[in-house]
């Protein structure tokens, strides 16, 4: 990715990046990942192509940014209002909050192929990653830990993503009360 999340950026290129933001968000709403096309993006953020290219390398380079930037807000959120006992079901809540805020993307998924698409792989996948660095932060500053943090932090994020999906695809009506106290079960061992 030729962006780098983390570094100061001008007005201008922030109103680029959102820009492009919204285009993809409102492409991915009408149709197929891999139907849409550079050309698209540009014509709906109005931008020129080179614009684009100063930004991203290719239309899945601005997928990798869009995740990384929808993990970036729920992350300052996470930091924001959590406490150590419950940091788990607060990430699961922010990232349940996300989408339940974000219909069009999360229909976009759902027409297309749903949890088996590439769409909800990529995006999945990387915030996956996300929530395992968070959760291993957390696990590594628990001296009390019988278990590697790497592999509690593994575990943890796998259950998240997976507790996600199921809340998303499966039971779509589930409400939030309902599905923490799922996943407190969970983290108990209280099957």
């Excluded at 192929?113 to 996300?130: A, D, I, Q, R, T």
Aim: overall charge negative; charged content about 25%.
């Amino acid at each position: 990715m030729k962006i780098d999340v983390t570094k100061h950026l001008t007005l201008g290129a922030k109103r680029t990046l959102k820009a492009f933001r919204i285009a993809m968000f409102e492409e991915l709403s009408e149709k197929e990942f891999d139907k849409i096309t550079v050309n698209d993006i540009c014509q709906r953020s109005e931008y020129p192509r080179a614009t684009f290219y100063n930004y991203f390398d290719d239309k899945i380079d601005l997928l990798q940014y869009l995740w990384s930037y929808i993990a970036k807000d729920v992350l300052e959120q996470l930091s924001k209002d959590t406490s150590d006992r419950n940091t788990l079901v607060n990430v699961f809540n922010l990232l349940l909050g996300f989408f339940h805020s974000n219909e069009s993307l999360l229909n976009s998924i759902k027409q297309n192929n749903g949890v088996n698409s590439h769409l909800w792989h990529n995006m999945s996948g990387y915030l996956k990653n996300e929530v395992n660095k968070v959760v291993y932060q957390y696990c590594a500053d628990n001296p009390s830990n019988q278990v590697p943090a790497k592999m509690l932090s593994r575990f943890f994020s796998d259950l998240l993503i997976g507790m996600l999906e199921w809340c998303l695809f499966d039971e779509p009506e589930i409400d939030t009360k309902t599905a923490d106290d799922y996943l407190n079960a969970l983290l108990n061992g209280k099957f």
